[in-house]
């Protein structure tokens, strides 16, 4: 039976409302309706064999196989919750989405991941953590889809899969050599110097968050405002929590995790269900949209470097509040599918090479995952706002498209399609930037590279008890990689440009070669202030 609530909801619980079924107390039947026992097969005799004419009993059973869907690629051990976003105020001179106009409140869904464990994995290990929010919003879904730290590993997509298969179980073994660190990731990682500021972050303190209530979320890329009246700025964005942030040190996740895999979805849910519920504000940094897709020097389209908060104070626009657990795993946070992609009419796209590849990689995977283009039609990922389009059929269609035109435009009464004479610029409307000149030579270049300039001054301004977390983190990754040239190669390549003296930390600790005193940067001295207060996480 379907449950209906007393009380009022929200327009997404509404919804979800319907299809909340709920068996408790009611007489047992198969999935079209018969009322049967599926407990007891069908045989021939009490001793006898089983009959195929047990038809119950098989279709539980095929059922039961077909269960399990293929798990995220990346990402597939995460948990989430519904909550509500508040615009704190009338943004739209920044941006038409509605989402952020004045009094507007959305309903919204996050889901928290870990990007290497497959699902089973123990939540508290050293890694990067999905922050991934569906705002449903009244003019269509919009998803924020981000990490807990704000640069990332490499700045082009065609090295994603790279990345990912040299930090997940080597090809050859099955397993990582030494536990979590390995020899395929350290390769990668000396090959592609952009990372490493991205890698000491998660190396250090940072990499080991307590919980998700206590992590940032960070859009990584730069994106595009736009307005009513079609003016753009570029911004980056943040989810700032209320409650500040908290780490682990690497002994208390290690036993942590070897108690309690869950401890991270545990804390969210029991806070929630004790009416704790965290909040995230909304936070972004502008930047003018003069075509240079430059900052201050700093090139807005490289996710691998940040831009401090310090040179470009962040403004608030609203606040995220988690309240309502999900009620059934699978159909809620594993089942929703989050996309870049999806963005409502105000916000869009800049030529990052690596957000352009995830623009398309989402939505490819979502129709693996749901093995459906209709993935966008479940429960969890359906907008509220009105889906009127032509796409048709294919697996698992639930809705019930009425009449015959499956065209637009169309005279027959089918959906109204964009107005011809609505041109501007002789362009039609369309969710996208402001018409852009595109003048460049076709080309497969180099990847952006600031290797090492953000890697230092995050060293230099960690306190040396932070420093020395991160030094034992290199130490024991590191000292895992089997190959001893990849393992010297990474501290006279890599870290020896940082800092010497980290290098040579490193190195004694592993015993390797120490890179000689003074053959690179010393930032040594400066170790006073307690959290990197240029660093966009500073609460
Ligand atoms: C999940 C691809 C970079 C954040 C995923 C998934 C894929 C993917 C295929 C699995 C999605 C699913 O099965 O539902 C890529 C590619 C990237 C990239 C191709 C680079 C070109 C990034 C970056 C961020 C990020 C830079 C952070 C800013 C996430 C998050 C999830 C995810 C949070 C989990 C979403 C969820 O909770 O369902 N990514 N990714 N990814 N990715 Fe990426």
Redesign the pocket.
């Known amino acids: 039976s379907v449950i209906f609530h007393a009380q009022a909801q929200t327009p997404k619980q509404n919804e979800l409302q319907d299809v909340r079924t709920d068996t408790a107390g009611q007489i047992e039947t198969t999935d079209t309706g018969v009322e049967d026992n599926t407990a007891n097969s069908l045989r021939a005799g009490p001793r006898g064999y089983n009959l195929l004419e047990d038809t119950t009993v098989r279709k539980k059973i095929f059922h039961f196989d077909h269960e399990r869907v293929p798990e995220?690629?990346?990402?597939a051990l995460?948990h989430g919750a519904y909550g509500t976003f508040e615009s704190y105020g009338d943004w739209s001179n920044l941006t038409s989405a509605c989402w952020l106009g004045a009094g507007a409140e959305s309903d919204i869904f996050t889901?928290f991941?870990v990007v290497v464990a497959s699902n089973g994995g123990s939540e508290s290990g050293r890694d990067t953590h999905?922050?991934?929010t569906k705002v449903y919003s009244q003019c269509g879904n919009h998803d924020l889809?981000?990490?807990h730290v704000p640069s990332?590993f490499i700045n082009d997509?065609a090295d994603?899969p790279d990345l990912v298969h040299a930090v997940k179980y080597e090809a050859d073994k099955g397993f990582p050599t030494g536990g979590s660190a390995h020899t395929t990731a350290y390769d990668f990682f000396t090959q592609h110097t952009e990372g490493t500021f991205q890698l000491m972050t998660v190396l250090s303190d940072l990499g080991i968050p307590r919980d998700v209530r206590h992590i940032s979320g960070n859009?990584?890329h730069t994106f595009r405002f736009i307005n009513g009246a079609g003016q753009s700025k570029l911004f980056k964005w943040y989810w700032k929590p209320m409650l500040g942030h908290r780490a682990l040190v690497y002994d208390e996740a290690t036993k942590i995790a070897g108690k309690n895999n869950n401890f991270q979805r545990i804390d969210l849910y029991n806070n929630i269900a004790a009416g704790i519920y965290p909040e995230w504000e909304f936070l972004v940094q502008l930047f003018p949209d003069d075509g240079t897709y430059m900052w201050n020097g700093i090139d807005l389209l490289d996710?691998t470097i940040v831009i401090p908060f310090e040179m470009n104070p962040p403004i608030t626009l609203g606040k995220m509040t988690l309240n309502k657990n999900p009620t059934n795993f699978f159909a809620e946070p594993e089942s929703?599918?989050?996309a870049p992609s999806n963005v409502v009419k105000g916000i869009s796209f800049v030529p990052d090479p690596?957000l352009q590849?995830?623009l398309m990689?989402?939505d490819d995977?979502?129709n693996h995952?749901h093995n459906s283009p209709n993935g966008y039609l479940l429960p969890v990922n359906r907008a509220i706002a009105p889906i009127n389009n032509n796409y048709r059929d294919g697996y698992m269609q639930p809705l019930l498209f009425q009449g015959a035109s499956t065209s637009s435009p169309n005279d027959i009464g089918g959906v109204i399609g964009a107005s011809l004479n609505n041109t501007i610029n002789g362009t039609l409307p369309y969710t996208g930037t402001p018409p852009e000149v595109i003048d460049g030579a076709i080309g497969r270049y180099p990847n952006l590279r600031d290797s090492f300039g953000q890697a230092r001054a995050f060293w230099a301004t960690l306190d040396k008890y932070a420093q020395q977390h991160t030094v034992d983190a290199y130490r024991f990754e590191l000292g895992h990689v089997s190959d001893t040239d990849v393992q010297q190669r990474y501290i006279n390549n890599i870290l020896n440009k940082v800092d010497n003296c980290l290098a040579r930390r490193v190195a004694v600790g592993i015993g390797a070669t120490l890179p000689p005193i003074g053959s690179g940067p010393n930032t040594e001295s400066n170790t006073t202030t307690k959290v990197p207060s240029w660093y966009p996480l500073t609460s």
């Open positions: 995220r690629v990346v990402h995460g889901r991941s999905g922050f991934a889809v981000g990490n990332f997509g994603f859009g990584v996710s929703i599918s989050f690596l590849w995830r990689s989402y995977t979502a995952r």
